[in-house]
């Protein structure tokens, strides 16, 4: 296709709801403003770099920011944005969010830009954090958050929206199961597929285990990567949970410094003589030094570490 040579006119389409622009920059679209009023949903992708150049310009209308009363979904996937700004304020009716294969680092505050959002799509970018629900803004009530294909290690903070029914955050890096799901009651739809913890055998049990009990409730549903839960699976979520216990990993390769730091921890005692375990399973015996006896010398196990005194 040639380059675009020209402006593109929206004057001839007052009446029009949806509208798509691709690979049209946002600078070369006049009367987008007059659209604004009634415009329920657009598509653009392609050519967006910054957000504020349609929302809050128009694109080449170049007028003064206002609200966009009746858009309810604006995808912008497929394009070139690094960065949310407060454009996203005046979209006072938005309900779906699609900000997918951007170039997105941080959204983590985009929820107190666009509080009423239901769907938030923001896979394939490069987001470390998943974004905080500000509690001032009273209950969440975001449904669907998808991010897929991201730079997810850890998801502090999901546990803040209960209102969350379809979770995507496969192709990620997160090690440990989120225990935090323990605190999501409404969840339908869980993926996590090709996550590092995921490669361990029992992933699905541990994930199991953390659900909260109302999903042992016969009429109950829940989908975990693409899989329903089974009858036999409800059977085994724990009424009651030890709230002390650590957050369980399902994948921990093993470290010669959290080896020593196990033993080291079980050998401190006061007493003449001690048994500890390592955590290769080799049973280690401390005798207490002799008095006395400055020059004296002892064998260590090749995993025990010596207690300074």
């Not at 990620?172 to 605190?183: A, G, H, K, V």
């Not at 869980?190 to 909260?212: D, E, G």
């Not at 409800?234 to 002390?244: A, D, G, T």
Request: a positive charge; glycine letters at 2%.
């Amino acid at each position: 296709a040639g380059t675009l040579q020209g402006n593109v006119f929206l004057y001839p389409f007052q009446h029009v709801v949806c509208l798509e622009l691709k690979k049209i920059p946002p600078h070369m679209v006049s009367g987008l403003s007059i659209l604004r009023p009634q415009l329920e949903t657009l598509i653009c992708s392609q050519s967006v770099t910054k957000i504020e150049d349609l929302i809050s310009d128009c694109g080449g209308d170049s007028v003064q920011p206002e609200k966009w009363p009746r858009l309810k979904s604006l995808f912008l996937a497929h394009n070139f944005i690094e960065r949310i700004d407060q454009s996203l304020k005046y979209l006072i009716a938005l309900e779906v969010l699609d900000l997918s294969h951007n170039r997105l680092q941080d959204c983590s505050k985009i929820l107190e830009i666009v509080p009423h959002v239901k769907h938030l799509n923001l896979s394939s970018n490069q987001l470390r954090n998943v974004p905080i629900w500000p509690e001032y803004k009273g209950p969440c009530r975001l449904f669907t958050l998808k991010m897929r294909q991201n730079c997810l290690e850890e998801v502090t903070g999901i546990e803040i929206m209960k209102s969350i029914e379809e979770l995507d955050l496969s192709d990620n890096f997160i090690t440990l199961i989120p225990e935090q799901i323990r605190y999501m009651p409404t969840i339908k739809r869980l993926s996590f597929a090709r996550n590092p913890f995921t490669y361990a055998t029992n992933y699905r049990q541990q994930i199991i285990y953390n659900l909260p009990y109302v999903f042992s409730q016969e009429a109950r549903e829940l989908l975990i990567d693409d899989q329903q839960l089974t009858s036999k699976e409800k059977q085994r979520i724990p009424r009651n949970r030890n709230r002390q216990q650590p957050l369980v990993s399902a994948f921990r390769p093993y470290s010669p410094s959290s080896s020593a730091q196990n033993t080291t921890t079980s050998e401190s005692t006061t007493e003449p003589e001690s048994i500890a375990t390592n955590s290769s399973g080799t049973v280690v015996v401390k005798r207490r030094r002799p008095k006395n006896r400055p020059g004296s010398l002892r064998t260590l196990d090749a995993d025990e570490t010596p207690t300074e005194h």
